[in-house]
């Protein structure tokens, strides 16, 4: 199916068919100094092509709920359903501290899960070409990591879990460890990718504004144990520039989503 061009900020509830249901999903964590509630009944559906981020205090669960989507952590009780059985095995992981191999330079570092999972294709060695252009990495595919800065580092993780053409990206707070001018032109970036690529993305942040630009939906959690305070939807236009951080609609949606943080950016 064709998803239609991404000029306004939500996708097309009529044309985009859900992707992703997460349905009463408990997970409980049993240490040796007790039981952890991470995660309390959560509830969510995730449309084809959707740019979602999920914002809540630290230990709320964010990082659970990306775990147990990629099948790395199992939940506790509820369920997992993916719109087409070929999705759950589609899913790019960008954790939160780039992990890239010292040794690789940032062609084969973006061709790594290629080879791991013996998918190496023509048409994915041509797609992580195409990736490493539109990330602007073109002229570094001979660099390695040492001679990168923390952004095309960012970057080139963004590449690897796009190289196999996953259905979905998850990502646990890629630009945490960047500088505020590194990050805004991070979420230029990604925004170009997503747009380009047309994936369906769930991106995890603790920053508001961050959250705002990218998203077409913000999924607001509880301290722990994580529950979904409340889903905004964000009805911005689309390619959002910079500038739209200025705009009374943009200030609006940061103020609301901080009232339900409760001051917690
Ligand atoms: N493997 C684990 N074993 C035991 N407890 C865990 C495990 N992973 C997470 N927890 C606990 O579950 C809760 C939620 O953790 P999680 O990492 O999902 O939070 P988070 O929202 O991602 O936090 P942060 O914003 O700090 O990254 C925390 O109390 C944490 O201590
Ligand atoms: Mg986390």
Redesign the pocket.
Known sequence: MTIPARTHSTVDDQIAKDILFIKGVNKF?E?QSGT?H?LENINLTIKEGEFVSII??????????LKILANLEKPSSGEINWGEKSSKDQIGFVFQDSTLLPWKNVLENSLFPLKVKKMDTRENLERVEYLLKIAGLDSFKKAYPNELSGGMKQRVSIVRSLSFDPKVLLMD?PFGALDAMTRDKMNIELQRIWNETKKTVLF?T?SINEAVFLSDRVVVMSP?P?RIDRVFTIDLIRPRTVDVRETIDFVKYVKEIREVLGNDD
């Open positions: 964590y240490t952890t991470a809540g205090p630290s230990g709320c669960g964010k990082s659970t709920l707070e995890i603790h722990r994580g």
